[in-house]
């Protein structure tokens, strides 16, 4: 079955870069788009942005300036990197899966059909 | 960026309630919305797409409805396990926004 798993380091210093993996196993990497989601403690949920198999790119315009998403098919991985962190960037990181899960003619229906479990990061 | 409101915060009902979340949008989004649950320490899980199509093996006590700016999210007998935060999520247009969730609690 389709997994995601994110990995990092779950403490980084302010000013510093977060950088996460997520290792996508079950299914090809191409042919998908993947994102990022966080969470800041008891708080709702953000998108930060997502990235397409072919490389294409797509990012909330509140974080624009500092997060890379780059996709590595030979490893079926694709990875987040947050520069400049404050205390601010303090959350539950979680990769996700834009799927198709419908469709009626002339029209494919996308959702983020598969997250991973999500992974802690503190910046302090 | 559109803004989801999603009304009430939080609510108290119990197990066999019917369940209403409404999700309103700051400009019309078409019916390109979807609703997520999320569990304490659990990554949210897609519920509905589309407004109103119910995700595979999600079960039939949920349903979804509305386009444009309305929409809502109905339980139609709340289970124990239905105890939850739930989300609306518009994909529209960029940024993708998220509703800032409604807290599901045990009477």
């Known amino acids: 079955q389709v997994q995601l798993q994110e990995s990092g380091p779950g403490l980084v210093k302010p000013s510093e870069t977060l950088s996460l993996t997520c290792s996508v196993s079950g299914v090809s990497i191409s042919s998908h788009f993947w994102s990022w989601i966080r969470q800041p403690p008891g708080k709702g949920l953000e998108w930060i942005g997502y990235i397409y198999s072919s490389g294409s790119t797509n990012y909330n315009p509140s974080l624009k300036s500092r997060v890379t998403i780059s996709v590595d098919t030979s490893k079926n991985q694709f990875s987040l990197k947050l520069s400049s962190v404050t205390a601010a960037d303090t959350a539950l990181y979680y990769c996700a899966r834009r799927s198709s899960v419908g469709r009626i003619p002339g029209r494919v229906f996308l959702a983020l059909d598969m997250w991973g479990q999500g992974t802690g990061v503190t910046v302090s | 960026a559109i803004q989801l409101t999603q009304s009430p915060s939080s609510l108290s009902a119990s197990v066999g309630d019917r369940v209403t979340i409404t999700c309103r949008a700051s400009?019309?989004?078409?019916?390109?919305l979807g609703w997520y649950q999320q569990k304490p320490g659990k990554a949210p899980k897609l519920l509905i797409y589309a407004s109103s199509n119910l995700q595979s093996g999600v079960p039939s006590r949920f349903s979804g409805s509305g386009s444009g700016t309305d929409f809502t999210l109905t339980i139609s007998s709340l289970q124990p396990e239905d105890f939850a935060t739930y989300y609306c999520l518009q994909d529209y247009n960029y940024p993708w926004t998220f509703g800032q969730g409604t807290k599901v609690e045990l009477k």
């Open positions: 400009q019309g989004i078409r019916n390109d």
